[in-house]
């Protein structure tokens, strides 16, 4: 029996597959599509995204194929007058910036990641039903040699907005389906705006967006009424949505890819369901305005993927898997409730116009809010402090606390970030180590903290700090307490299996 079937080799899937291989898990990826897509898509990588895919060492491929964008600025479209500018140089990440680049491109370094970790992925392998009971799922396939059944432990379903996945387990999407549609361009477009900038254009008429790629390239979107069905926009609608709404600085060339793209704006209530978990488009859905989405579903995965490692390998209970729900779940629904806000903010006019650009001025002139409006569109401000992951032990000093982000300070001899790319657990260690291999055993790798890093944690004297693989900090603690260890992992996480050295 296969451990785990992923449905989608999307961003998530991909991301999900890696993860799952890196930490030993045996992963089959299937994809209905006979071959990726070529349609650009989710357009934009965030910082916390950023900081989970390093792990998985993709970072310089992607770099390599997209352009680094220094902020996004809010501009009245009519007249061209910035509203506010968030800029991504003082947020706290290694990655103080947002990378453009096409979906095809991320999905391209995934695939070929996860070929590296001996990842097959299937295209033109589409799921049609599946049944599950206590020890597995029963799945049929339709693949070009006909259909084929096979049991697998678990099903991760990516399978994106028209989720097959989500369907067959009998959940549905709950929120607004306004039915709103954007009219999108990947095109080369001539403009003298500065291209390290993604802006957003506010319009009566519905916004305009402008992401900035490689060289001449962008990907331009703008929110329209509703279109013949089966129809797209021409390059000469587009020029003219551009000339109306984007102050007439844009000229548009070269179409790639030109398409009308209907959202709306949901989320399933439940992300587990028994041996099958909905991550990314399966499990929420919404506006493009912020560019949350595809970053949403990566963390899904990140978050995902190594509960399930652990449960998939007979590790740990699989109760563990409920809280992928109670951890990213909350996340989803900020998301969903935060873009659409944010798509009716830029649409707003009237007296609602005048109250958002008061609102804009004062971002854009207070410089902390402009830092913390920054800080919440890279994701980097996502915590699970509430969740019962998170245990912090003995006195908290100020610095990092359990739930949070793994601090990754400057001046470290090797950043977290590098320790992170090792599979498993990182047990940060302020004090004597002995004891603590034994407990972790290849659950993961113990490392003595530097000074810089005692700092992050507020430690002046002894502590430990159990970052989890997804980057995010289990528990923290102000002594170096084998036993408190090994009752985390066996009470907290639920590990069955003892850590073996
Ligand atoms: C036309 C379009 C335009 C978009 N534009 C933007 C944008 O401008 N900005 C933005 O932020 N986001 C955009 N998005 C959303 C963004 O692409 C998603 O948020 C992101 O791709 C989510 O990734 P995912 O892996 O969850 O799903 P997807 O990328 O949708 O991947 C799902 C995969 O599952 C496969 N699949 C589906 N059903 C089955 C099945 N039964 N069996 C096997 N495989 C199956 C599909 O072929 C697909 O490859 C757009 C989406 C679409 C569809």
């Not at 009971?133 to 678990?154: C, F, K, M, N, S």
């Not at 599979?423 to 034994?438: K, M, N, S, W």
Request: glycine share 12%; hydrophobic share 45%.
């Amino acid at each position: 029996m296969g451990d785990v079937l992923v449905v989608g080799a999307g961003p998530v899937g991909l991301t999900a597959a890696c993860q799952l291989a890196r930490l030993g898990v045996g992963v089959r990826v299937i994809d209905a599509l006979p071959e990726p897509t070529t349609e650009s898509r989710a357009v934009s990588i965030h910082a916390r995204s950023m900081e989970m895919l390093a792990a998985l060492g993709v970072v310089p491929r992607l770099e390599s194929l997209g352009r680094r964008i220094a902020a996004l600025e809010i501009v009245d479209g009519p007249t061209g007058d910035t509203r506010a500018r968030l800029d991504f140089g003082g947020i706290p990440s290694r990655y103080p910036y947002l990378l453009d680049i096409p979906q095809p491109d991320t999905e391209a370094v995934l695939a070929a990641r996860a070929t590296e970790l001996g990842v097959v992925v299937e295209h033109g392998v589409s799921l049609t039903a599946l049944t599950q009971d206590d020890t597995g799922v029963d799945v049929t396939l339709a693949t070009p040699a006909g259909e084929q059944t096979a049991r697998v432990g678990w099903v991760v379903g990516a399978d994106g907005g028209h989720s097959t996945t989500r369907r067959l387990v009998g959940a549905h999407l709950e929120g607004a389906f306004h039915g709103e549609h954007f009219a999108m361009a990947d095109v080369d477009v001539a403009t003298d705006l500065d291209r390290d900038t993604i802006r957003m254009f506010a319009h009566r008429d519905g916004i305009g967006l402008l992401f900035p790629l490689r060289g001449d390239r962008a990907r331009i979107m703008f929110l329209v009424g509703t279109p013949e069905p089966g129809t797209a926009p021409s390059l000469a609608e587009v020029q003219a949505l551009a000339d109306a709404r984007m102050d007439g600085r844009v000229t548009v060339s070269n179409p790639r890819w030109l398409a009308y793209f209907e959202i709306h704006h949901a989320q399933v209530p439940q992300y587990r369901h028994g041996r099958v978990l909905l991550a990314g488009d399966a499990a929420h859905i919404h506006s493009p305005a912020g560019a949350q989405g595809m970053n949403t579903g990566i963390q899904d995965a990140a978050n995902l993927a190594w509960k399930l490692a652990l449960v998939a390998q007979g590790r740990a209970d699989a109760s563990l898997l409920d809280t992928y729900q109670d951890e990213r779940h909350p996340v989803g629904a900020t998301v969903v409730r935060g873009t659409t806000v944010l798509t009716e903010v830029g649409t707003a006019t009237g007296a609602k116009a005048a109250v958002r650009d008061a609102a804009l001025f004062v971002v854009g002139h207070v410089p902390a809010l402009g830092a913390a409006a920054a800080t919440t569109a890279a994701e980097l401000r996502v915590h699970h402090r509430d969740s019962v992951l998170s245990v912090q032990h003995g006195h908290r000093h100020h610095g990092a606390r359990a739930g949070d982000h793994a601090p990754d300070p400057e001046g470290t001899a090797v950043p977290v970030e590098e320790l992170l790319a090792r599979p498993g657990f990182l047990l940060l260690v302020r004090g004597a180590v002995d004891g603590l291999e034994a407990v972790l055993g290849d659950l993961g790798s113990v490392v003595s903290a530097d000074d810089a890093v005692a700092a992050a944690y507020g430690w002046g004297g002894d502590g430990m700090a159990l970052v989890r693989p997804d980057g995010y900090l289990g528990l923290v603690a102000d002594t170096v307490d084998a036993d408190l260890l090994r009752r985390y992992l066996t009470e907290t996480l639920r590990v069955t299996a003892p850590a073996r050295v």
